[in-house]
């Protein structure tokens, strides 16, 4: 069974910068793809941003240019690195990983952003 678990969350002021982690029970580079969602409350989940197993991303139109996707392939995380934060991007920050179409999630860290 794969086992997500989130790191980096905490609360930050509007145009500071947040990193945060994900390491996952097995290698990152086996899983189909690896993404980055976040809740904020009375919303749904959304998707941040994601990279599959060639290395593509895509991400959020709210967040192309301030957040990156990152494979850390020696620690065996897949990073957020979170720039320029926005008062919106307050949530709860979820990793997930999709391996042969069945999808994990982590338990989520709470990003928040004051402004």
């Known amino acids: 069974q794969v086992h997500l678990v989130e790191s980096g969350g905490g609360v930050v002021q509007a145009g500071e910068w947040l990193r945060l982690s994900c390491a996952a029970s097995?290698?990152?580079?086996?899983?189909?793809?690896m993404g980055w969602y976040r809740q904020a409350q009375g919303n749904e989940r959304e998707l941040v941003a994601s990279i599959n197993v060639g290395g593509r991303t895509e991400y959020a139109d709210s967040v192309m240019g301030r957040f990156f996707i990152l494979r850390q392939n020696a620690e065996n995380t897949v990073d957020l690195q979170m720039n320029s934060l926005k008062p919106e991007d307050t949530g709860v920050y979820y990793c997930n990983a999709v391996l042969l179409g069945r999808t994990t999630w982590g338990q989520g860290t709470q990003v928040t952003v004051s402004s």
């Open positions: 097995e290698n990152i580079f086996n899983f189909n793809s």
